[in-house]
């Protein structure tokens, strides 16, 4: 290859794509995209300030949630650009640089998030296993320790991926099918072996939000057992109540990513609108209802919101 189709591939650009033959109507898919993003960063700093402020909140449960809510505004501020971009802006360029930051933002953040859903089931495991020694066992500074450990997991294992990017070069069709970077796309996009990259990416996913999802299961398993060893029915439904907010965030969190994983490496370019409504799914719907979702099922949460407001 010569020396100027290597300077022309090294500085070449990635054409993000929005809704295929939706071009005319971009403006319009841009409002609820906007209200997305607007509830999303509102709430969770929402929950951020009220965790902070109110001492009565500094329980294991709530720092976890504090983080997770960290976790939801990174993504959607590593999303945001690009997706407002398009449908605002009509701006699909992105440089391999910053395609390959926002791809290490978004998939960390990922990692990050499904980790801190294992440490929120592991709490509630606690919580209704060992009632009388939560206190003992997840201590502040075990909880900030455990958090601190699995957010350097996350960034630790994705570290590698746009490294393992920028060794290639770029010949094939520039145009990803979304409007933000993932690996598992713009390694599709190189002229070079990628074998290593998706041995690496399938490795990632299993050792991260595989794993984590395992333990999920097992956690509730753990939890259910417990649970429906207890005499009382009230008992039985006044624990089970305590799960129903991690629940639906596992749901909202796990479901559109199986789906995804599933079409990345067997559709082969079937279903692409589906493809792109789960990617907006994934990345836009667990920042928007997590904060709505613990603030409505959490008496304690939902009093020191409406107290603040009101104040």
Known sequence: MSPLNDTKLNSAVFLLTGLPGQEDIHLWISVPFCIMYAISILGNSVILFIVKTDSSLHEPMY?????LAITDLGLSIATMPTI???YLLNSREISLNACFAQLFFIHSLQCIES??????????????????RYASILTLPRTAKMGLAFVLRGVAIILPLPFLLRRFQYCQANVLSHSYCLHQEVMKLACSDIRINSIYGLFTTLLTMGLDS?????????????????????????ALNTCISHLCAVLLFYMPEIGLSVIHRFGKGSFPLLQILLGYISLLVPPLMNPIVYSVKSKHLRRRIIRALIR
Not at 63 to 67: E, G
Not at 120 to 125: I, L, P, S, T
Not at 221 to 231: A, G, H, Y
């Open 63 to 67: 720092i976890f949630l504090s983080m």
């Open 84 to 86: 407002l971009g398009i």
């Open 214 to 238: 395992l333990l999920i299961f097992l956690s509730y398993v753990m939890i259910f057992k417990t649970v429906l060893s207890v005499v009382s029915h009230t008992e039985c439904l006044r």
């Open 115 to 132: 980790s801190l859903l294992l440490l929120m089931a592991f709490d509630r495991f606690i919580a209704i296993r060992e009632p009388l």
